[in-house]
Every structure is written in structure tokens, then in C-alpha cells.
């Protein structure tokens, strides 16, 4: 079964496009020589994508290895957090699986403590001897 992997850059010190237009044809023909299947760059006003098709994990692992994409990969506009390298599409493309309909929460399902007796019976001193004379 195909595996797709997605390489997100952000915008840093840099634009991500000009290390798309840097970088891009040197990583897509690593990932097609090294048995990538399909390939897509996708931009957006916060950076690029770039979806790679592998028939399985291995091939991805060894595009990974290779000197083309390290170096690339340490070239991106922000190093410490402009790098996202994912499994499956990348930015808005959503899940391979429709999201699940979760329980609202707030919805009042959580019952409330209840008050002690003390705080109930405090305004009313007489009360806690009809209780009892009541009940006894």
C-alpha cells in the first residue's frame, strides 16, 4: 500500500518559497529516483508542502538518508520550528478517516455536588427538630 509523507516549511528568516525554488527540484528528483510513485508541491501564504508518494516505509526512509534531502532539510527558513515532516497529506487536506463525533462537553452530563445538610438547615434553626420530630 502507498504511503504518503508531507514536508511542511514556514516562512522564517526567509521566505519558504525561495528554499522551495532552492531546493525543490533536487528533492523531487532524489524522492523519484529513490522510488517515489507521485509528488505534489502545494503553497501557502505560511510556507510549502511538498507530498511524497512511497510505495512503502523503507523507500521513505532511505529518500530521508540521503544528501539531497539532508541538506535541504537543514537549509529550511526556521531550524527550530519551521520544520514539520509528517506522515500522510500535508497542510489542509485533511484525514484519510472522517473525524468521529465526540460527546459536547458542558453539557450538563456531570452531575453537581450536593450541599451538606448543615448549609441547608443553617438559615432555618427550627428546622432540624420538625426534621426529626417528623421522621421520629
Known amino acids: 500500500m502507498a504511503v504518503w509523507w508531507s514536508i511542511e516549511v514556514l516562512d522564517g528568516e526567509y521566505s519558504a518559497a525561495g528554499w522551495a525554488d532552492a531546493f525543490g527540484d ?3 528528483t532524489e524522492a523519484l529516483s529513490g522510488g517515489a510513485s507521485d509528488w505534489a508541491w502545494h503553497r501557502h501564504s505560511w510556507g510549502n508542502v511538498l507530498e511524497l508518494r ?3 516505509d523503507e523507500q521513505w526512509l ?3 538518508e540521503t544528501p539531497a534531502a539532508q541538506a535541504a532539510l537543514d537549509a529550511v527558513p526556521d531550524p527550530l520550528s519551521g520544520l514539520i515532516i509528517h506522515r500522510g497529506r500535508g ?3 485533511g484525514g484519510r478517516e472522517p473525524r468521529r463525533i ?3 462537553r458542558g453539557c450538563g452530563a456531570a452531575a453537581l ?3 451538606s445538610f448543615e448549609a441547608v438547615v443553617a438559615p432555618f434553626p427550627d428546622l432540624h427538630r420538625r426534621v426529626l420530630g417528623i421522621l421520629g
Open 26 to 28: 533536487a528533492l523531487v
Open 54 to 56: 512511497f510505495e512503502n
Open 62 to 64: 532511505r529518500f530521508r
Open 91 to 93: 497542510g489542509s487536506a
Open 102 to 104: 465526540s460527546p459536547l
Open 113 to 115: 455536588p450536593l450541599p
